[in-house]
């Protein structure tokens, strides 16, 4: 266990639907970042946030959406879904400026039919 | 913005040396990390370079040159279960973010 627990495990939707994807990051961990990984394809940043706040954004769709709560924990929203979509999302957590201390959640597969 | 390249794919022997490589353009370089992850399972932390040199950890190793934006992990007496895909992953200076290669895809065979 790494201490980043992600909630589902798999997903399985159909077009044009909504999930939420949940993330509780270590503790102590005041940074969680959102990553998607499509079949055979890197880890694409989506966006982080520290404490609370969005810090940095990437190639991430209008149709996802995230936030972190007062107890750090965070969600992914994605809408409007596409097959395209379906990937294994991964969440990972962080102290800021920890050395090489950025641990990750063991991912939630979504499938979109 | 960053850019990231490694090899795509790499084979090796059980008992061998393999060097994987990872060239970076980046602004605000803030350290370099290696991640292992097999397939399907999340990725797990290898090593981190902030300063040019290598640093070794056990089996494995990881040189960095900043003025070349090169990096490279070394990995030693190959073992079966070392099949996996290596990331190479530069840290943002202002955010922390990580930023990965698309990996390299790591076979040993007996």
């Known amino acids: 266990d790494s201490g980043v627990t992600q909630t589902p495990k798999h997903l399985i939707t159909a077009t044009g639907q909504r999930v939420t994807l949940r993330c509780s990051p270590r503790?102590?961990?005041?940074?969680v970042y959102w990553y998607q990984q499509s079949l055979d394809q890197g880890l694409q940043f989506l966006i982080q946030?520290?404490?609370?706040?969005?810090?940095a954004k990437g190639n991430i769709l209008e149709r996802f959406s995230a936030q972190q709560f007062p107890d750090l924990h965070s969600e992914l929203n994605l809408s409007s879904l596409e097959l395209g979509d379906s990937a294994l999302y991964f969440c990972?957590?962080?102290?800021?400026?920890?050395?090489?201390?950025?641990?990750f959640g063991s991912g939630t597969r979504l499938t979109v039919v | 913005g960053q850019n990231i390249d490694q090899p795509t794919e790499m084979t090796a022997t059980e008992g061998a040396i393999v060097q994987i490589n990872c060239t970076y353009q980046?602004?605000?370089?803030?350290?370099l990390f290696w991640y292992q992850q097999h397939a399907g399972e999340a990725p797990t932390f290898l090593s981190y370079?902030?300063?040019?040199g290598l640093e070794e950890k056990g089996r494995f190793s990881s040189f960095l040159s900043r003025s070349k934006g090169y990096s490279y992990l070394l990995l030693k007496e190959l073992q079966m279960k070392d099949s996996a895909s290596y990331l190479c992953?530069?840290?943002?200076?202002?955010?922390?973010?990580?930023?990965f290669g698309t990996g390299t895809r790591l076979q040993v065979f007996p």
């Open positions: 980046t602004s605000g370089f803030n350290g």
């Open positions: 370079n902030v300063l040019d």
């Open positions: 992953a530069v840290r943002s200076y202002n955010t922390d973010k990580l930023i």
């Open positions: 503790s102590g961990d005041l940074s």
């Open positions: 946030y520290y404490n609370g706040e969005e810090r």
């Open positions: 990972a957590s962080s102290v800021e400026g920890a050395r090489g201390d950025y641990t």
